[in-house]
């Protein structure tokens, strides 16, 4: 129903009540319904957390724990762990120099800010960020998986469960690597930040 629609029902029933059907009238209603529930949606809307640069990928761990891959400018990609109200620093500091040249701060230099769990200088790139489940890799059972794309290469992240990562393994694959997801039965595809691109699909090594 459009603003003009409702001005014309609101119009006829001040001019005459029974101008305005039922129908209409349950209409104009719902309208009004839906407009004060976005209100009121829009009035506990707020920032989770602020400081972001470039924000590639963001998933929940099987712990509920919520993580976020960002691109720095030159140096500083950084994966961290996003809690409510924290300022995640850019473009106050950084691992990083701006393209330019110039230097930017230390995170060190800034304790109000939060720093990232890890960060990588020089930097792989990534292109997404997803935390593996299922049977044909379990040693990977909860570990995060990223893409790099400037790297070329595919990243294994693996969590103390008390807020630490580690950037534990990472594999060269020769392609640009936008996007990891796991398949039902356990294998994980890739897809290439290409064009024409490719599709991998990765699994064990057969046992010789
Ligand atoms: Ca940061």
């Known amino acids: 129903m459009t603003l003009a629609h409702v001005s014309e029902i609101v119009r006829r029933f001040e001019a005459d009540r029974a101008a305005v059907s039922y129908a209409e009238w349950r209409a104009w209603l719902a309208a ?9 949606i829009r009035s506990k809307l707020q920032a989770m957390s602020t400081g972001h640069r470039t924000p590639y990928g963001l998933a929940f761990a099987p712990d509920g724990r919520l993580w976020e891959v960002e691109h720095g400018p030159r140096g500083g990609d ?8 924290k300022n995640y620093g850019w473009p106050l500091v950084s ?23 890890v960060y990588w200088t020089p930097i792989i790139g990534p292109g997404n960020l997803m935390f593996y489940k299922g049977a044909m890799f379990p040693q990977w059972q909860g570990s995060a998986l990223i893409g790099g ?5 595919l990243n294994r992240i693996t969590f103390d469960g008390k807020g ?15 996007d990891v997801e796991v398949a039902p039965d356990g294998a994980v595809w890739l ?8 599709l991998f699909r990765v699994t064990p090594k057969p046992q010789q």
């Open 78 to 85: 950084e994966l961290n762990l996003i809690e409510p109200g």
């Open 149 to 153: 794309m400037q790297s070329k290469t």
């Open 95 to 117: 691992y990083a120099t701006n393209y330019n040249g110039v230097p930017i701060p230390s995170p060190e230099t800034r304790p109000d800010l939060t720093k990232p769990v």
């Open 32 to 40: 009004q319904e839906r407009r004060i529930a976005i209100h009121h």
């Open 164 to 178: 630490g990562a580690t950037a534990a393994e990472r594999w060269s694959v020769g392609h640009r690597i936008r």
């Open 191 to 198: 897809i290439e930040d290409a064009n024409p691109g490719g």
